[in-house]
């Protein structure tokens, strides 16, 4: 499974960016997509976290401000990011998990900067 990410920029505090997660190879079996974050110095973190059936899970500091949201279809997550904060600042890391062997994939990051 290959992870391609994308949508990550600068804003000012407020602002909006949504970021896109493109799944390709054996995706059949992959059955949660999500989104995890990392700041300098600090451990990587989980953001949101979205089944095929269609649930989702939110870290408390983004629950009303984030949104997860997947297309099948394209075998692509999304995360709409709104209301941002510079504590929003990491680089963002699409994540998928694969039920047919337990695998976790990893996308290659994309920055996401806040200014106050």
């Known amino acids: 499974v290959q992870l391609q990410a994308s949508g990550g920029g600068l804003v000012q505090a407020g602002g909006s960016l949504r970021l896109s997660c493109a799944a390709s190879?054996?995706?059949?079996?992959?059955?949660?997509m999500g989104w995890y974050r990392q700041a300098p110095g600090k451990q990587r973190e989980l953001v949101a976290t979205?089944?095929?059936?269609?649930?989702?899970n939110y870290e408390d500091s983004v629950k009303g401000r984030f949104t997860i949201s997947g297309d099948s279809a394209k075998n692509t997550v999304y995360l709409q990011m709104n209301s941002l904060k510079p504590e929003d600042t990491a680089v963002y890391y699409c994540?998928?998990?694969?039920?047919?062997?337990?695998?976790?994939?990893w996308g290659q990051g994309t920055q996401v900067t806040v200014s106050s």
């Open positions: 994540n998928a998990e694969r039920d047919l062997d337990k695998r976790t994939f």
């Open positions: 190879g054996s995706t059949f079996s992959i059955n949660v």
């Open positions: 979205i089944t095929n059936g269609g649930s989702s």
